[in-house]
């Protein structure tokens, strides 16, 4: 598994090329600080593409740089992360680099107020490297952190609906383009006991999803957005729907049987060996699909948008989009070696992980890649070809909201809790100040 | 002797030491959490004076009733295992297997010394439906039935939880209450048997009576662990589906470091505290009659 929890929303792809020398303390610092002997990271256990990235570039193309401050990485399960990232800014001891959580590095989070969290714009812009940065990967990210850039754009992913070619094929399914016809297919494949639908309870997110992208599609873009601020509810009729929909998903037994536990592991292992006919999924999956010795082949794996809802206001064309999970810079330690870094990294991450891992990144591909497999090239289509992205469902939630959207997700499909009970927990969450 | 035990200074300096390390690990970190809990804020986001603003919050909070309850029940029914069927274990060691126990013991306390999180994997690989049917589901559906998702629901994962921990520990009582029944002495055992006591009638006269004082330590280190119950189910099923089977240590956890709230969480430490103290109490009250009086 590459990246959780992450995913970001902008209506526009256009980048703002105009970045303040110094931005307020409230959004991220440009501090310059004193480099340690160590190229030092804190990044989720999760997350295996980008430490093994890093240590391939630290050989090949950031070899100096590699030499004058060796990469020293620390792997925490993402459970854990929150935790010992609050401990370790307690005690003035973040690493130089580090997984964080959104809420604490947004404009005025507390990491951001602590001066803990580098503004990685204008970092990019005083070492003449700011154009590496894709102008959707600004845009994004700045959605997702509500205006800010605290983080290194590792991966910039879409999400969608991962299907295998060859059951659809089997059973005469096409690419459903509206929900009903989603909904027809997965009866289908539940007729012909095929699981129709991948979805994992112990990483719930891969459930809630489901409800946000219905959101979207239902209310438009800009549904999340108002209840971030409180401009609407998410127990009004409106917003029940979607939630309700996909409890009838899982009473209608779309979903994995034994979801409550089934872990993310394994329910990517259900789809990948051939067992499911979908998951909706992040592009970070792509590492997994191009590298395992799965029963699928990478071939058989088709990528499509999630459909449209009759007479929503979103369209089929506006993908949930991201930048990875979040990899802040600690200005601290940002001396004349990290710099360094972070210009090589800039300049060869996007290039390298396309031809290392077939992820597609925040930086521009400087080195063209060839051999593409082709659901990389489908994938490649649509990231250029997006024209709105739009925020995943608990990408503005608190901390709190978070983990319960993701933690109460097995128990809307399984019909232990109600649509009503889930969108309240999250609601009253929201609510608090 | 008795001029040491006379002298003060001997005292203070003996016990000095002892009294040092106390104070350092227990009395200044729960009057430290005593602090905090009028506190908003986190050492990152620093701390802000809230007044009773946390205890307010805690008595609103609809999440505090479920914790408690799952925390209580799940305490009364594991001690009360714990209790019976280590008591029971003992029995089987003193007065059936006798001498050739040894084996049997290690067997019954294997379980103790294994890792918590070893045990949860375990167990969730025992009740699991997918990817595989785990061997329960295994035997159930061997036997005709369908399968059952154990973590589906919180009464469906009570019954995984109680199993595991169960395993986990009885073997400790077993052992405990054992050494109690080694306490006995033989004389009072025979002398009874040749009154004419056997069976249930000496077990019930004597030796239960007998035993009383270490089945009320047993119940009281049972219960007070059972209340504090934590990693075992954050490694299970993180208190799942939902706060279903979250007890209040895993609650005060979630809110303290994945929310920031350590004001709050220390405010859920104090009721746990609290309700440490009151079943200690209570238990200590009702099990310490003099045997002598009987």
């Known amino acids: 598994m590459s990246t959780l929890a992450l995913v970001a929303s902008t209506t526009s792809a256009s980048a703002s090329s105009s970045v303040p020398a110094r931005l307020s303390h409230a959004s991220g610092a440009t501090a310059h600080g004193t480099d340690q002997s160590s190229f030092s990271i804190l990044l989720t256990t999760e997350d295996t593409q980008t430490p093994a990235e890093l240590q391939k570039l630290a050989t090949t193309s950031c070899k100096t740089e590699a030499q004058a401050q060796p990469i020293a990485l620390q792997q925490t399960p993402s459970q854990n992360i929150e ?48 154009n590496d940065m894709t102008p959707l990967a600004l845009s994004t990210t700045k959605a997702q952190f509500q205006g800010g850039v605290p983080s290194v754009p590792f991966q910039m992913n879409i999400e969608g609906l991962f299907y295998n070619k060859r059951i659809f094929a089997n059973h005469h399914l096409t690419q459903p383009k509206t929900f009903d016809q989603l909904l027809a297919d997965a009866a289908v494949l539940k007729k012909a006991h095929i699981i129709p639908i991948s979805a994992s309870g112990s990483s719930g997110w891969t459930i809630s999803r489901w409800v946000g992208v219905l959101l979207f ?9 108002l209840i971030a601020q409180k401009k609407a509810s998410l127990t009004s009729a409106a917003y029940m729907t979607a939630a309700k929909q996909v409890a009838q998903m899982g009473k209608d037994g779309y979903f994995s049987p034994g979801i409550t536990n089934l872990s993310y592991n394994a329910a990517v292992a259900q789809f990948l060996d051939g067992k499911s006919a979908m998951m909706y999924m992040g ?29 929503g206001k979103g369209s089929i064309g506006q993908y949930p989009a991201n930048t990875g999970s979040p990899n802040v810079i600690n200005p601290n330690l940002y001396g004349p070696h990290a710099q360094a870094w972070l210009k090589c990294i800039a300049e060869n991450y996007g290039s390298a992980s396309l031809k290392d891992q077939g992820v597609f990144t ?64 999250l609601q009253a969450d929201q609510s608090q100040p | 002797m008795r001029q040491v035990f006379g002298n003060r200074r001997a005292i203070a300096f003996f016990l000095a030491p002892a009294l040092l390390v106390y104070i350092g690990v227990i009395v200044v970190p729960v009057g430290w959490s005593l602090v905090y809990s009028v506190f908003t804020g986190s ?21 505090i009733p479920q914790t408690l309850w799952f925390t209580v029940k799940y305490a009364t029914v594991l001690t009360v295992g714990q209790i019976v069927i280590g008591y029971s274990l003992a029995l089987l060691f003193k007065f059936v297997l006798r001498r050739s126990s040894t084996f049997i013991r290690t067997l019954v306390f294997f379980p103790v010394v294994l890792p918590t999180v070893a045990i949860a994997l375990l167990f969730a690989q025992l009740f699991a439906v997918t990817p595989q049917a785990g061997p329960v589901d295994s035997i159930i559906h061997l036997f005709g039935g369908h399968p059952v998702d154990w973590f589906v629901s919180g009464s469906h994962a009570f019954v995984v939880i109680i199993a595991m921990d169960m395993w986990r520990s009885v073997g400790l009582f077993a052992v405990i209450l054992y050494v109690g029944l080694l306490d006995i002495p033989e004389e009072v055992i025979e002398s009874a048997r040749i009154d004419g006591a056997s069976g249930f009638g000496l077990l019930r006269r004597i030796i239960l009576p007998m035993s009383r004082p270490i089945v009320a330590a047993a119940t009281i280190f049972a219960l007070n662990a059972d209340l504090k119950v934590f990693d075992s189910i954050l ?5 799942g589906p939902g706060t279903a089977t979250t007890p209040l240590n895993l609650y005060m956890f979630q809110e303290s470091f994945n929310y920031d709230n350590w004001g709050y969480g220390s405010t859920i430490a104090l009721l746990i505290t ?21």
């Open chain 2, 235 to 239: 490694a299970l099923n993180n208190g």
């Open chain 1, 217 to 225: 599609r239902e209310l438009g873009p800009n549904a999340m957005n």
């Open chain 2, 43 to 63: 050492p990152a986001s620093g701390f802000a004076f809230a007044g009773l603003k946390n205890f307010r919050a805690l008595f609103a909070d609809p999440t």
């Open chain 1, 362 to 425: 925040g930086f521009r591909t400087n080195q063209p890649v060839a051999g593409l497999a082709p659901i990389t090239q489908t994938i490649q289509k649509t990231i250029n070809s997006a024209k709105q992205s739009v925020l995943w469902f608990e990408a503005l939630f608190g901390l709190k909201a978070n983990d319960d959207a993701s933690g109460n997700a097995a128990a809307l499909v399984t019909g232990a809790m109600s649509p009503q009970q889930y969108m309240g927990i």
């Open chain 1, 83 to 130: 935790s010992k990232i609050q401990l370790l800014a307690s005690q003035n001891n973040l690493p130089l680099m580090y997984a964080a959580s959104n809420p604490d590095i947004i404009p005025g989070g507390s990491l951001v107020k602590k001066g803990d969290v580098l503004n990685v714009e204008s970092a990019l812009n005083q070492l003449g490297v700011g």
């Open chain 2, 274 to 294: 609290g309700l440490s103290l009151v079943v200690t109490v209570v238990v200590f009250r009702s099990l310490r009659r003099d045997i002598t009086k009987d």
């Open chain 1, 283 to 311: 592009t970070w999956l792509l590492a997994q699909i191009l590298s395992s010795q799965d029963k699928v082949g990478r071939d058989n794996v088709g990528f499509m948008p999630f459909p449209a809802v009759k007479g």
